[in-house]
Structures are given as C-alpha cells and as structure tokens.
C-alpha cells in the first residue's frame, strides 16, 4: 500500500461513483476500478461496496479513507506552502451562493475581495438549491436552511428576516394583509419549489401559524420578485435584504411586521466539506466572508442578524 492507492481511494469516495472519479483523475473507469481491485487484494478486504448510482465505505475502507484524507491534505499543505513563499496569494475557489443573497448582499463582497487578492480565481455560482458540494465540485456554498446538513461543516452567518410587503400603487387599489389569512386570497409574489405547495410558517410569542399560499408570480431570481413588486403586481413574501432600500424609500409598504415568517428555513450558513484540506485562497475567503456578514449585520435593522444579536 502507498500514497497514492490511498488518495485513489479518497478520490473514488469523495467523487461517489468510479466514472466520476475517473472523470476527476483524468483516467478512464477500467484504470480506476484495477487500482481499487489491486488496493482491495493488497489490503485482503474489501474497502467499497459498489451499488448501480454509488460507492460507499465498508468500515475498513471508512478507516483507510480518513486516514487518505489526511495524507491528500498535508501534502497539498506542503506543496501549497512551498509555491506561495514570497508570493501573494494565489489559487481556485468555487463557491455557490444563493441568488438573492448573493446578488444584493454578497457581490459587494466578492468584488472588494477580488481587488484585495487579484491573483485568486473567483469562480461564482448564483445557485438557491441545496447541492451535493461534492458533485458540483464546489468548496464552499451559502445556503438559507432550517438546519445544515449533518455531514457537512456549518459556519452560521445569521438569521433571515421574511417581510410581507407591496407597493403604493397597489395598495391605493386593495387593502394590505391585515393578518395572515389574508394572504390566501391575496396575488402573492414569492420564491417556490416546483411541483409544492408553498407553505409560509409565522411565528408571534409562542403562537405558530401555517398558511399554504397560491403565488400568481414564482421565480427563484429575487431581483424579478422585487421588481413584480414595484410593478404594483402583488404582495410579495421575500427576505428582506431584497428589498431593503425599497422600503427605507417607502417604494414598498411592510404588512404584518409582528410576524416572524419563514419559507425555506430562516438560518443563513455557509457550508464547507469535512476533512478537506482548505487552501489559504479558501481560508482567506471564509475568513472575509464571515467578518463582512457580522460586521454588516449586526446592529442595523432590515438585514439579517446573528442570533446573538435578535
């Protein structure tokens, strides 16, 4: 057994399927499966158990993967280490953030630290599903959830407020939501899965409501929903960083502020694969990410705020 059967087989896993690996390697599925064979006969048991969609870890494979990942990311420290010495830092990060979000508060983000650090690729993906980071290949995503996903790490960036809003021209020709049953038979405006009902949950005290909503207008692009909105189109349901200004302007009119809402789930966390060497390119990003999200949120109202600041 050597380095590299070990990093074959952390490859293989990570990747889920050999003609994925095979893809990632560069090698064609034949080659990788007669490594892993050869692997499996050196060890004298068996490491991955192969279904029709996925590879998964026998308990002696789990504990010769753990170990890969180890040896993957210490020489990928060093070799990191050795080609940033007197230089500025360089390297690839993918990440995938949501689109509202993305669009309204993170791209002034993104772009001051792509001036800070001009040598590291930005690879951006504007993406709301929740996506196997693995199967996209990305290194960090931002998601809006209830809870992260158990087998990945979760940095909390801060809570989502939902606001109930509409524009003046349409309320001087209905009335506003004056409380939440209203919204069933108002042309509401909001973010859906295909093929779900929409189902808004509102809290106030101890008190939770449920309302299932029929939208007339559906999108996941948050800058559209804005728009509809100011179009005088309907009521919209949207976090509030979307229209944030809008309603600092008085362009849009809030109903039923006494409400907290949520849709998708109210936490914002940025999510990142365990046992993962993290270059100083994805470091330094985190690192900004996180100190912009609580420098820009706390305090100021209309944003998201962290839980310890609610």
């Given at each position: 057994?050597?380095?590299?059967?070990?990093?074959?087989?952390v490859?293989i896993?990570?990747?889920?399927?050999?003609?994925?690996?095979?893809?990632?390697?560069?090698?064609?599925?034949?080659?990788?499966?007669?490594?892993l064979?050869?692997?499996?006969?050196?060890?004298?048991?068996?490491?991955?158990?192969?279904?029709?969609?996925?590879?998964?870890?026998?308990?002696?494979?789990?504990?010769?993967?753990?170990?890969?990942?180890?040896?993957?990311?210490?020489?990928?420290a060093?070799?990191?280490?050795?080609?940033?010495?007197?230089?500025?830092?360089?390297?690839?990060?993918?990440?995938?953030?949501?689109?509202?979000?993305?669009?309204?508060?993170?791209?002034?983000?993104?772009?001051?630290?792509?001036r800070?650090?001009?040598d590291?690729?930005?690879?951006?993906?504007?993406?709301?599903?929740?996506?196997?980071?693995?199967r996209?290949?990305?290194?960090i995503?931002?998601?809006i959830m209830?809870?992260?996903p158990?087998?990945?790490?979760?940095?909390?960036?801060?809570?989502?407020?939902?606001?109930v809003?509409?524009s003046?021209?349409?309320?001087?020709?209905?009335?506003?939501?004056?409380?939440?049953?209203?919204?069933?038979?108002?042309?509401?405006?909001?973010?859906?899965?295909?093929?779900?009902?929409?189902?808004?949950?509102?809290?106030?005290?101890n008190?939770?409501?449920?309302?299932?909503?029929?939208?007339?207008?559906?999108?996941?692009n948050?800058?559209?929903?804005?728009?509809?909105?100011?179009?005088?189109?309907?009521?919209?349901?949207v976090?509030?960083y979307?229209v944030?200004?809008?309603?600092?302007?008085e362009?849009?009119?809030?109903a039923?502020?006494?409400w907290?809402?949520?849709i998708?789930?109210?936490?914002m966390?940025?999510?990142?694969?365990?046992?993962?060497?993290?270059?100083?390119?994805?470091?330094?990003?985190?690192?900004?990410?996180?100190?912009?999200?609580?420098a820009?949120?706390?305090?100021?109202?209309?944003?998201?705020?962290?839980?310890?600041?609610?």
């Open positions: 057994m050597d380095t590299k059967s070990l990093t074959l087989l490859e896993l990570d990747a889920g399927n050999l003609s994925e690996a095979a893809r990632r390697l560069k090698m064609t599925r034949a080659n990788v499966s007669y490594h064979s050869q692997l499996e006969r050196a060890v004298g048991m068996q490491l991955v158990r192969r279904t029709t969609r996925r590879v998964e870890p026998t308990e002696i494979g789990l504990k010769l993967y753990q170990h890969g990942c180890s040896i993957r990311d210490e020489l990928a060093a070799q990191e280490s050795v080609e940033s010495l007197g230089r500025t830092p360089q390297g690839r990060v993918r990440l995938s953030v949501p689109s509202g979000y993305g669009q309204f508060v993170m791209t002034p983000w993104l772009l001051e630290f792509k800070s650090y001009p590291i690729v930005l690879d951006v993906l504007f993406e709301n599903s929740v996506e196997d980071l693995l996209d290949e990305v290194d995503a931002v998601r209830s809870e992260p158990s087998h990945l790490v979760a940095r909390e960036l801060g809570q989502v407020r939902y606001v809003c509409a003046p021209a349409y309320r001087a020709r209905h009335a506003l939501p004056r409380n939440l049953d209203d919204l069933s038979g108002a042309p509401v405006i909001s973010a859906a899965v295909i093929g779900r009902p929409l189902r808004l949950s509102a809290y106030q005290g008190q939770r409501q449920q309302v299932t909503l029929d939208p007339t207008i559906v999108s996941r948050y800058a559209f929903l804005r728009d509809a909105a100011l179009a005088g189109l309907g009521v919209a349901i976090p509030d979307v944030y200004e809008d309603i600092v302007q362009r849009l009119l809030t039923l502020d006494d907290r809402l949520s998708f789930g109210r936490g966390y940025l999510l990142a694969m365990p046992s993962r060497h993290q270059p100083r390119a994805l470091t330094l990003l985190i690192e900004f990410i996180m100190d912009k999200a609580h820009a949120h706390v305090g100021r109202p209309g944003l998201l705020l962290p839980r310890a600041s609610r």
